[in-house]
């Protein structure tokens, strides 16, 4: 059994919650992901094994709470962006920007744990029920990246450029991942290099001749989705 965490918990009870998740986070930064046993972890937490199972019934569970977290977390470093910015390009690099140094201190097991979260039948995967609740307010931010913009959006690619922006970001995480670079420093060059892209993209989908073709693109893309 698990329990969810919520208005429905004590105040002991959330702190028992949030103590087990903490203890997992670190032990996933300083022993990876695979090495972190839900037992080391109940241990690491100063709890039983049978409490740390009562609140999350496995390891998976647990990521999906840090998967919430992160974007919590995200959401408040990308406010001052959003909030300042009207901008399309300085609003999409200031998210991006912002989700990359939320991200940085996990970047360590950030590799041994995306192998798994790759796995189509995985429900680590961004693309998984599991991870729709992360999933679906991570595509809410971009749908404000997009609406709180300056930008003449072509009606149709409105509805669709929040999961596509989304989808985005999924392949600078990606980058991310294998970035050896000092202090993921390339990462930040890649996110500077195709901001500018995707914001004459947005711009483009407006002018006649190119229209019918984002069109089709965005066809293609609900076609793929359904």
């Not at 190119?210 to 989705?225: A, F």
Request: charged share 25%; net charge neutral; glycine share 6%.
């Amino acid at each position: 059994m698990t329990q969810a965490g919520g208005p429905g918990l004590t105040p002991r009870a959330e702190q028992t919650r949030t103590a087990i998740v903490e203890a997992a986070l670190r032990l996933f930064r300083e022993n990876g992901y695979e090495a972190a046993t839900m037992r080391a972890i109940a241990r690491e937490a100063g709890v039983s094994a049978g409490n740390a199972y009562y609140y999350f019934g496995s390891k998976d569970e647990l990521i999906q709470e840090f998967y919430l977290r992160n974007h919590a977390e995200h959401a408040a470093a990308c406010r001052s962006v959003l909030d300042a910015e009207e901008e399309f390009a300085s609003r999409l690099r200031g998210t991006l920007t912002a989700l990359i140094q939320v991200l940085n201190p996990y970047h360590s097991f950030a590799a041994t744990f995306y192998k798994h979260a790759a796995e189509p039948a995985s429900p680590l995967s961004p693309f998984s029920k599991a991870s729709s609740p992360a999933r679906d307010a991570s595509i809410a931010l971009f749908r404000e990246v997009a609406d709180g913009s300056s930008a003449r959006i072509d009606r149709e690619l409105r509805a669709e450029l929040p999961e596509l922006l989304w989808l985005f970001s999924l392949g600078i995480v990606l980058f991310w991942v294998h970035d050896t670079s000092p202090g993921c420093e390339k990462t930040y060059r890649v996110i500077d290099a195709t901001v500018p892209l995707a914001d004459r993209l947005v711009s483009l989908a407006r002018v006649p001749v190119l229209r019918g073709t984002m069109r089709e693109v965005v066809s293609i893309i609900r076609e793929i989705r359904r």
